[in-house]
C-alpha cells in the first residue's frame, strides 16, 4: 500500500499551471473571438429591429402616398383613429374571436388526440407522424387546399361527399351549401383548427408523457377511477402544458394573415387586424395609420408572448423542483 | 384486516422466456408483517405489484382474506401502498394528500379531516399540513406516503422499499419507527427490500426469492439458523457466511489443513448422490482463534481487520491451498474480540466451533441433514 504511494508521488511531476494572462491581453483575445460574430449581429439589427423603429416613428407620422404634401408628424392621432375606426374595432374583434376560437378548439382536438395516441398500439409511431403532417404543410397552400379542394361548392370534397352519401340511399338532389359564403369566418376557423391541432397534440402529448407513472398507480390504488385519475392528476399536471399551448397558438393566430388573404381575401366580416394593416398600407397607402395598427398588433403580441415565456420558465421550475 | 395469499401466482412479461415470478405460493396471515427480500431483479417488486393490482397475474391465484382478487382492478383491491419514490401528488397539500383516497370514497369533510389529522398526529406531520411535498424534507415525503397509507386504514399495506431513498441513520431510525406501527394498527403488510438487514429486523417472516423462486419463507432466526440452501446461506446474514467447497476424506470434509467431521446422516445423503465434495459454510461468529496444536485448527493469514467497535471482523485467506481446490470463496470472515484484534499479515489458527456448520449438497445446493 505504502509503497504504491510513494511511487505515484514521484511521477506526479507535473509543470505548474500558465500564469493568467494579463488583462490587456484578455481583451484581445476576447475580441479576437467575438469580431467574426459582429456581421451577423449588425446584419440581424439592421433587418430585424431598424424596421421596426421605421414604424414606430412613421406610427406617430401623417403619411399618405395619395397626399405626399400632407407628410409630418400628428402624434397619437392615427393610435386615435386606429382604436376608434369602425373598421379597425371590427378588426379587433374578429382577431379576437379568431384567435380564442382557434386556440380553444385544436386545444380540445389536440389533447382529445394526444390521450389516445398515448396509449400503446401497433404503428403508433406511424400515426404519430401522420397526424403531424397538417403543421408541416405550407400556411397558404393549406389555405387554398381548404378553399378549393375542400370548401369550393362545385367540385370540393366536401359536396362530393354530401353528393355520394345521398346517392347511396338512392337520392340526386343532395345539399350543397356554399360553405365560405354561409360561414366565412367559421371556413377561416376550421382551416386554421386543422392547421394547429397537430402542435397542440404534440405539446400536450410531450406534457402526458412526461407524467410521473408512479403518481398515476398511486392514485389507482388510492381508488380513483380512469376519470378521476385524469381530472385529479393527469389535468392538474397538464394545466402549464395547456397553457403553453394556448400562448404559444395565440401569438400565431392573432398575427395569422395566410387564411384571411386567402380564403375570403378578408370579406364578409372575416378581415381581422393584419389584413386590414395589409389593406390600410396597400391599397389606402395610408402608411401611418397602417404603422399604428401594426404597432398595436406587435404591444398586443408582446403582452401575450410575455406571459407565454413565464409559463414556459415556471414549466422548467417546477422540472428541476422534481 | 386480512390475510394475504399467493396461490401459485406467476408473471410472465410479454416476450420475456422465464417468468418473471414463477408459483409463487406464500401464504401471509391476518397482522403478520412479511418481508420479501433478494437481489435486484429476483421478482420481488413485481410480486408485490401483482398484489396491487399494478401487474397481471398470468397464472395462479391471489387471495386477500376469502376475496379473489387476481383480475380485480387496484381501486377495488382495499390496500394502501407506499411506492420507493413515495409517488406523493406533487400538487396537492400533504393533507390532500393524505386525504384523496377518503375523498375519492366519498367520505364526509368531517371524516376526512378527523382522519387525517390523527394519522398526522401519530406521524408528527401536523405543522406540514398545508405544505406541498415539494416543500418537504425527504424524511417528511416519507412520512407523508406512510400517513396516505394509514389513513385510509386498507385491509393489507403494501411497501416497496420505502425506505431506500433515505440517508443511513434515518432509515435505521424509520425502519423502526414502521415496525412499531405496524404493531400498532395491527394490519397485515408485505414489504419488499433488497437490504437483508432491514428484512431481517422488521419482519414477522421473510421471503428470499431468487430468479422468480422463492427459496425460503421463514422467520428471521429460522432463516438465519437452518437457511435451507446455499443461496439463501449466502444471502442472509452480514458479514455473509463462509462458504466454500471441502473435498470429502474419510468422513471428514478437508479444506487445505481444515478438516471438518461430517455427521453420518449427511455422509448418507451425499454418498446417495454420489458426491466426492461437499459445499460447508461457517457465519463468522462460528469461527473461534485458538492456538496452533488444538484439533481442527486450521490457519489463515489475516489481511484486514475492520473494527467497528463492539465487534471486529477479521478478514484472511488460507495458505498452501493445492491449486485445484475448486470454488472457493478467496478470503474468511470470522468475528474477533475487538478488544485483543490481531494483527494485519499475521498469522493465526482458526476453528469451527463445533456443530455450528452448515453442510449443503455440491450438486443441488440443498442443506444436508445434520446428526
Known sequence: ?322 | MASVTYDAASRIYPGAERPAVDSLDLEIADGEFLVLVGPSGCGKSTSLRMLAGLEDVDRGAIRIGDRDVTHLKSKDRDIAMVFQSYALYPHMTVADNMGFALEIAGRSREEISRRVAEAARILDLEEFLDRRPKALSGGQRQRVAMGRAIVRDPQVFLMDEPLSNLDAKLRVQTRTQIAALQRRLGTTTVYVTHDQVEAMTMGDRVAVLRAGVLEQCDTPLRLYQEPVNVFVAGFIGSPGMNLAEFALDDGHAVLGQARIPVPTAALGALSAEGARTVVAGFRPESLELVGAGEPGAFPVDVTVVEELGSDAFLHGSLPDLPPDSGTLSDSVIARVDPTRPPAKGERVHLRIQPGREHLFSPSSGRRLPAA
Open chain 1, 1 to 322: 500500500m505504502s509503497t504504491t504511494i510513494e511511487r505515484r508521488r514521484d511521477d506526479v511531476g507535473t509543470p505548474p499551471p500558465p500564469p493568467p494572462p494579463s488583462g490587456a491581453l484578455r481583451r484581445t483575445s476576447d475580441w479576437a473571438r467575438r469580431a467574426p460574430l459582429l456581421p451577423a449581429l449588425i446584419f440581424t439589427i439592421v433587418v430585424t429591429q431598424l424596421p421596426f423603429v421605421v414604424t414606430l416613428v412613421v406610427s406617430f407620422m401623417d403619411w399618405n402616398a395619395y397626399y405626399p404634401d400632407e407628410r409630418g408628424f400628428t402624434g397619437f392621432s392615427n393610435y386615435a383613429s386606429v382604436l376608434t375606426d369602425v373598421n379597425m374595432r371590427e378588426a379587433i374583434l374578429t382577431t379576437v374571436v379568431l384567435t380564442v376560437v382557434v386556440v380553444l378548439v385544436s386545444l380540445l382536438l389536440g389533447l382529445g388526440i394526444a390521450l389516445l395516441l398515448d396509449r400503446r398500439f401497433r404503428g403508433r409511431g406511424v400515426v404519430r407522424t401522420m397526424m403531424i403532417t397538417p403543421f408541416l404543410v405550407v400556411p397558404v397552400a393549406a389555405a387554398l387546399l381548404w378553399k378549393h379542394a375542400l370548401f369550393n361548392p362545385e367540385y370540393g370534397l366536401l359536396n362530393g361527399t354530401l353528393t355520394a352519401i345521398w346517392r347511396l340511399f338512392g337520392s340526386d338532389d343532395a345539399p350543397q351549401p356554399d360553405w365560405i359564403t354561409a360561414a366565412p369566418l367559421v371556413s377561416v376557423e376550421i382551416a386554421l383548427i386543422w392547421q394547429w391541432t397537430p402542435f397542440m397534440m404534440l405539446i400536450l402529448l410531450a406534457g402526458l408523457q412526461s407524467r410521473p407513472l408512479d403518481v398515476i398507480e398511486a392514485a389507482r390504488i388510492d381508488g380513483a377511477s380512469s376519470w378521476q385519475v385524469f381530472r385529479y392528476m393527469t389535468f392538474p399536471h397538464l394545466r402549464r402544458y395547456l397553457e403553453l399551448g394556448a400562448l404559444l397558438g395565440s401569438i400565431y393566430i392573432v398575427q395569422n394573415f395566410d387564411a384571411v388573404f386567402t380564403i375570403t381575401s378578408g370579406g364578409l366580416g372575416t378581415a381581422n387586424l393584419p389584413y386590414v394593416i395589409y389593406q390600410t398600407f396597400y391599397q389606402a397607402h395610408d402608411y401611418g395609420r397602417a404603422s399604428a395598427a401594426g404597432v398595436v398588433v406587435v404591444i398586443g403580441t408582446i403582452v401575450i408572448a410575455t406571459l407565454a415565456l413565464r409559463t414556459v420558465s415556471t414549466l422548467f421550475q417546477e422540472e428541476n423542483a422534481r
